[in-house]
């Protein structure tokens, strides 16, 4: 039964301490009520832990949150624990998983499992059986420990299976970076971790370093991560002295950070891309280089997810997170998301007040990041939702890479184009003329893409389907690349 103590009325009475005693009061009165009466008993940890507590932060934001005992241990082991896993890359359908890569030296290389092999069950669950919030959970849990996994194979009408232990896995921040066109880079930043600014700048050198014309710098899907991380990327762009985000709460005096007096930035122009899934450190830095005009932010506009988090050791090895304030960029707007009865509000025009660029160029608040210039990822057809939710192109990747050799000169002809169409009609997939018209350079594009994934390796499959993203070429057209 949940208890609420409405403690935050306190910042508001003209003597708090008189007040919280007699709201403390209360509370025990209220409790002593119901534990003497109440049709089912109540017990005081259930009461303070599930009821009283959560409900006080609950008025605060949705951020603020109480753990107790057990909880905290969770939140303290999961910071010490490492990344496991099988190193391997795989794609995720409802019902199926299929593996696309294996990293070298890792427990699925060893193992000897292929790209296009297919899990059937895991530990004896059948996968066809999932939905795809189950079978993600079953992923993740596999990663934990052992796992039997049941793999059928193309070409191959026996079961195969493979029992692997987890092992620690490195998973780079800066998972993708080559050349566009030449003088144009790409590179993508998946997270900000303690090594991101290293690892982003080693990317950037490895592509080109100072002879670069142009970066399309993605933090798409990018959730954030650690603050030093954010600050180490934004400094790899902005002039020294220059003011990357302030930080401002309630309990501590603003603070100011600044990129440090012997950065070295590049100089080159740089395209930012976001969506609805890049949060906290993304926002970080695509907002610094928005307001000192030192990119292009295109895109979709940003979670909105702008505040500090501070977790507290409390008594009986309890403890929690507490929202102590918020951050903003160089202009002043705040990149937390307004919240509305401790919700996330929408943002809406009408709470978007403007801002100025360091250049007097207007750039709107009211939570997250809004783009230079509103971009949508590639639509999705009916056609092509058919296509992917099948895995068809997988399966027909699989077996050509089983019978061609593939190399960095491969690409696709209108001969194999032909077989994609008779393999897709053999699966009962079959567009009229026109559909298939409309899909062709799309369907050619898929192919090579899941061909590379297979043979060479899923950073190729990717940079095929980046070629193409109309957000990447959006950008491309807005650096002026020729």
Do not use: C
Request: net charge negative.
């Amino acid at each position: 039964m949940p208890f609420y103590l409405p403690a935050l009325l306190l910042l508001f009475a003209d003597d708090p301490a008189e007040q919280l005693e007699k709201l403390l009061k209360q509370f025990v009165d209220v409790f002593n009520v119901v534990d003497a009466n109440a049709a089912d008993a109540v017990a005081p940890p259930q009461a303070l832990y599930q009821g009283a507590i959560p409900g006080m932060l609950r008025g605060l934001d949705p951020h603020s949150i109480f753990f107790d005992p057990g909880q905290f241990e969770q939140l303290k082991e999961l910071e010490r624990s490492t990344k496991k896993g099988f190193g391997s890359v795989v794609s995720v359908l409802p019902g199926r998983v299929i593996f696309l890569q294996t990293l070298p030296g890792t427990p699925s290389a060893r193992a000897g499992i292929s790209g296009g092999d297919e899990i059937l069950a895991i530990n004896g669950i059948p996968l066809a059986q999932l939905d795809m919030d189950q079978l993600i959970q079953l992923l993740s849990e596999s990663r934990q420990q052992q796992a039997r996994l049941d793999v059928k194979r193309q070409g191959n009408a026996r079961l195969l299976t493979f029992v692997m232990t987890p092992e620690d896995v490195e998973s780079p921040a800066v998972d993708r970076a080559f050349l566009l066109k030449n003088g144009t880079g790409y590179v993508r930043i998946s997270s900000f971790e303690n090594e991101t600014g290293k690892q982003l700048q080693d990317a950037i050198e490895k592509i080109g370093g100072d002879k670069l014309r142009h970066l399309v710098l993605d933090l798409r899907n990018n959730p954030g991560g650690v603050l030093p991380a954010a600050l180490d990327v934004a400094s790899l762009f902005l002039p020294p002295g220059t003011k990357i985000l302030s930080i401002r709460g309630r309990s501590k005096e603003e603070e100011n950070i600044k990129v440090a007096e012997k950065a070295k930035p590049y100089g080159f122009k740089v395209a930012v891309l976001l969506n609805g899934k890049s949060a906290s450190a993304s926002e970080i830095v695509a907002g610094a280089m928005q307001d000192h005009d030192r990119g292009i932010v295109l895109g979709e506009p940003s979670f909105g997810k702008g505040l500090v988090q501070s977790v507290f050791p409390l008594s009986s090895s309890s403890g929690m997170a507490l929202t102590t304030a918020y951050y903003y960029t160089p202009s002043g707007r705040s990149i937390q998301r307004p919240l509305r009865n401790s919700r996330l509000d929408e943002i809406t025009q009408a709470a978007q007040p403007e801002y100025k660029t360091a250049k007097g160029r207007t750039v709107r608040g009211g939570g997250g990041i809004i783009p230079d210039e509103v971009v949508f990822p590639e639509a999705v057809t009916q056609f092509r939702a058919v296509v992917d939710a099948s895995a068809i192109l997988t399966t027909f990747a699989t077996q050509y890479t089983l019978k061609h050799k593939i190399d960095e000169t491969f690409d696709i002809t209108p001969a194999l184009l032909d077989e994609v169409q008779v393999f897709l009609s053999e699966s009962r997939i079959r567009p009229n003329l026109a559909e298939w018209s409309r899909e062709r350079d799309w369907i050619s594009s898929r192919v090579k893409q899941e061909i590379l994934n297979q043979a060479l390796g899923v950073e190729r499959g990717d940079e095929v389907e980046l070629r193409r993203d109309p957000v990447v070429l959006r950008a491309m057209s807005l650096l002026g690349v020729p």
